[in-house]
């Protein structure tokens, strides 16, 4: 609890060796929104809809929500 430094690093980490998993960029998205840096958690759902054009929809409402100053 707490550490949501580390939690990003770990993440980072993970999808640096999968840079094509699309689920390893998700969960790093919602660490970086986690641990408040809101423009990387975007600019990770973005990739996301490059890799996975069918979670655009999705992705699209949670970078809007973000956006917004919400926590999808």
Same mark, same amino acid.
């Given at each position: #609890?707490? /550490? ?7 993440? %980072? %980490?993970?999808? #640096?060796? /999968? ?14 929104? +986690? #641990?408040?840096?809101?423009?990387? $958690?975007?600019?990770?759902? +973005?990739?996301?809809?490059?890799? +996975?054009? $069918?979670?655009? +929809? ?6 809007? %929500?973000? /956006? ?5």
């Amino acid at each position: #609890a707490g /550490r949501n430094d580390l939690v990003v690093q770990i993440f %980072e %980490e993970d999808s #640096a060796k /999968r840079p094509n998993d699309a689920q390893a960029l998700l969960r790093l998205a919602a660490a970086y929104l +986690e #641990a408040g840096r809101r423009s990387d $958690s975007i600019r990770t759902l +973005e990739q996301v809809i490059v890799l +996975e054009p $069918s979670f655009k +929809e999705q992705a699209t409402y949670y970078i809007n %929500e973000i /956006r917004a100053g919400r926590n999808p």
